[in-house]
Antibody, heavy 119, light 107 residues
């Protein structure tokens, strides 16, 4: 059974870069039909899509975050990574990685990891 | 941005009752809507995609309907394990948005 595990620093200083990794177990990140994405949920708010990536390397970003976000697939480590630069308190959220098909007849979520932006 | 508004924010019901959750989009999304269930400490669970198609393994007490801007998730008879937060999600094109959630709690 597929398992997604997010990891990374729980505290990031303002203006620095937030870096998270999603480790995939029970499946290969190299399977062409799957897409990979990040969703975040700020405290007290609904989920917000951050960005997605196809196995071929095509990326899709939330327009409100586009210039600050980088996604990366590492097939050698079976990991999917997110970087958000120039963070502010507004980037404080639980970050989830997801695997999905298009159309999303199958969507798997990790348990999420809380990232707090604070000095 | 296509804003999804869910109502009500909280639904207080008893096991065995029917739950009706609404999701309204600010722009038409055809039938590109999914619904998720989330319980504390667990991964989000896909219930419905394409507005009305149940995901693999989802009991038939869960049903989805709607098209355009108005969507409904119905749980015909609430089981104890159904008390959770539910989110709608639109996936038109490559830009997704989510609703803020409806909490279904035990009355």
């Amino acid at each position: 059974q597929l398992q997604l595990q997010e990891s990374g620093p729980g505290l990031v200083k303002p203006s620095e870069t937030l870096s998270l990794t999603c480790t995939v177990a029970g499946g290969s990140i190299g399977v062409p039909k799957f897409f990979w994405g990040w969703i975040r949920q700020p405290p007290g708010k609904g989920p917000e899509w951050v960005g997605s990536m196809s196995n071929s390397g095509t990326t899709y970003y939330n327009p409100s975050l586009k210039n600050r976000v980088t996604l990366f697939l590492d097939t050698s480590k079976n990991q999917f990574s997110l970087k958000v630069n120039s963070v502010t308190a507004a980037d404080t959220a639980v970050y989830y990685c997801i695997q999905y098909l298009i159309p999303p007849s199958s969507v798997s979520w990790g348990l999420g990891t809380l990232v707090t932006v604070s000095s | 941005e296509n804003v999804l508004t869910q109502s009500p924010g909280t639904l207080s019901l008893s096991p065995g009752e029917r739950a009706t959750l609404s999701c309204r989009a600010s722009q038409s999304v055809n039938t590109y809507v999914a619904w998720y269930q989330h319980k504390p400490g667990q991964a989000h669970r896909l219930l419905i995609y394409g507005a009305s198609s149940r995901a693999t393994g989802i009991p038939d007490r869960f049903s989805g309907s709607g098209s355009g801007t108005d969507f409904t998730l119905t749980i015909s008879r609430l089981e104890p394990e159904d008390f959770a937060v539910y989110y709608c999600h639109q996936y038109v094109g490559s830009s997704w948005t989510f609703g803020q959630g409806t909490k279904v709690e035990i009355k």
